[in-house]
């Protein structure tokens, strides 16, 4: 019921809210993550309600900026994060996941939290405004990549992918879930939904990245001795539980569909 609830009124924002509308409400879901993020560094009331303030704050400047100086300002800004955050997720993450271990300073993983939500609060914001479709598309991937793993790794799981940070994900699962999202990919092709094959390396990379996503909170919570983020939707958890593979999905994902336009207009005969 929460699920349907959650869709019912995603769809209709994504679509028809106008931009301010639409970066206002993502902010606040954002928030919300990132008091969910203080939970797993394990912060005070008192210091949580700083990190939460200083949110809202530089929040509302880039809301501010936004409204004041464009969308085209926003988007060039945007892109700088996007490339910080897909080369911190392809190239720092799958590290410090092999070796189960990351930094421990809490200045430094307050800054990370509040940095993740910043690129998935601009990711949300540039993909409605670019193309909706586009959002709903890596959203979608991620959504189906987590049920085809979660069914493959239940029927047919037998080796384990992270046991030290999350025991129940096994690489049947990711086997499954690349699998379903090939034939996502497929679907997407040969309805002239997309105009490429490359859709199904780049759908590949959005599942890998969202796998990444999370055995990172995994990972954070594991440490922090906590089952769940939190118990924002009701049977389900905290937020952050249902968005850990969309934080670094988003980003990636751009990166790839700005790629392939600017490789596409650069290279076309």
């Known amino acids: 019921m929460t699920a349907a609830v959650l869709l019912g009124l995603f769809l209709p924002a994504l679509f028809w809210l106008p931009m301010m509308a639409w970066a206002s409400v993502m902010l606040l879901l954002t928030l919300v993550c990132l008091h ?34 464009g969308f085209h300002w926003f988007f060039y800004h945007a892109m700088q994060v996007f490339i910080a955050a897909t080369l ?30 910043l690129s998935l609060w601009m990711a ?7 193309n909706p479709y586009v959002l709903l598309v890596i959203i979608s991937t991620i959504w189906l990549a987590d049920s085809a793993a979660y ?14 940070i999350s025991p129940g994900k096994t690489w049947e699962g990711v086997a499954g879930a690349l699998l379903a999202v ?52 009701p049977g389900h958890g905290g ?15 751009l990166c790839l569909v700005f790629w392939f336009h600017y490789w596409q207009q650069s290279y076309s005969f």
């Open 88 to 117: 911190f997720w392809l190239c720092v993450v799958p590290v410090s996941l092999f070796f189960n271990t990351f930094i421990r300073q809490q200045a430094l993983n307050l800054l990370l939290g509040w940095f993740l939500m």
């Open 36 to 69: 969910e993020w203080a939970g797993f560094l394990q912060l005070s009331p008192s210091y949580t309600r700083y990190y939460l303030v200083f949110s809202v704050v530089t929040g509302a400047g880039f809301l501010l900026l936004l409204q004041q100086l």
């Open 182 to 233: 090939a034939v996502y990919a497929v679907i997407l092709k040969v309805s002239d939904a997309v105009s490429t094959w490359w859709i199904l390396p780049g759908l590949w990379i959005i599942t890998i990245t969202g796998i990444y996503g999370d055995l990172f909170e995994s990972f954070f919570k594991r440490r922090a001795k906590l089952k769940d983020s939190g118990q924002f939707l």
């Open 124 to 130: 949300l914001v540039t993909a409605q405004e670019v």
């Open 151 to 164: 069914f493959a790794g239940k029927n047919f799981g037998k080796h384990k992918l992270a046991p030290a």
């Open 239 to 253: 937020l952050l539980d249902r968005v850990d593979g969309v934080i670094p999905a988003l980003p990636v994902g």
